[in-house]
């Protein structure tokens, strides 16, 4: 599979590179803050796009993609190409993605940053379909997850706090794209996450004002693996992109470090 990855890699003084896997609907872009701030502080730092996103091969047949078995392939294929097992962190359904490979494989370290939870997303589509009844409906009609988000008024409500500029939103929402089909399906019901067995060390890092998934969701995340949610007050759901992002990098970073990793 060819597979865009992006990377910054400056001076290496980390023992292991970092691997970001992006969420549904937007791809290694989305980790343009974090890439060069990780990498300033000797982290070799790799962000790839699954199949079907960004500048991914498999577009066209993004609809039935796999997320418990593609795109944790797509993660184990960059994995492999890296010199030391990778620091995973994963956005949404990055999160999912980090979870399903480290029930298979080993690695420094997971980290979940608003992530689909251990109970998956039933709860987060029956709250979407009470709050948007059409675009709901539309989604599963045409079997496209794109109507989901498909204005920025819905994309702002989705990701972005009120701090967020109409403008900066405009930006991302322009990089949005459609997802698949098959991994709603996957994540509500047909593959959820297996915490039991995970034995890689994880951190769970949530926002106060996620409009996706709620903070009971992450706590009870983070409790399966045997962690504490950190919950990041008047954040949203796009942690990576919202105008406060450096608290959450700099705590990812205390973790780490206390770790010796």
Not at 210 to 215: A, E, G, Q, T
Request: charged content about 20%; aromatic content about 12%.
């Amino acid at each position: 599979m060819q597979l865009e990855v992006i990377s910054h890699v400056e001076t290496v003084t980390r023992p292991n590179p970092i691997l970001f896997a992006h969420g549904a609907w937007h791809g290694a872009w989305c980790w343009e803050n974090f890439l060069p701030y990780f990498a300033e502080r000797g982290y070799a730092s790799y962000a790839v796009s699954l199949r079907g996103h960004g500048a991914s091969e498999g577009r066209n047949g993004i609809r039935w993609h796999s997320a418990s078995r593609g795109y944790v392939a797509d993660l184990a294929q960059v994995a492999r190409t890296l010199d030391k097992p990778p620091i995973l962190v994963g956005h949404s359904m990055g999160g999912y993605v980090v979870q399903k490979y480290l029930e298979t494989h080993s690695a420094a370290a997971g980290i979940l940053l608003a992530t689909i939870p251990v109970s998956g997303i039933f709860n987060f589509v029956m709250r979407y379909a009470s709050r948007h009844p059409s675009k709901f409906l539309k989604s599963l009609l045409l079997l496209n997850p794109w109507h989901m988000v498909e204005t920025p008024a819905l994309t702002h409500e989705a990701f972005f706090s009120p701090k967020v500029t109409a403008e900066e939103n405009f930006r991302h929402f322009e990089r949005l794209q459609s997802e698949s089909f098959r991994m709603v399906l996957e994540t509500m019901f047909l593959n959820l996450p297996r915490p039991e067995k995970v034995k890689t060390p994880v951190q769970v890092l949530a926002a106060e004002n996620d409009n996706v998934f709620s903070i009971d969701e992450q706590q009870s995340t983070a409790r399966a693996y045997g962690a504490e949610a950190e919950i990041f007050p008047d954040m949203a759901h796009d942690m990576m992109l919202a105008p406060d992002w450096r608290q959450v990098a700099d705590r990812i970073l205390d973790w780490l470090q206390s770790r010796g990793l």
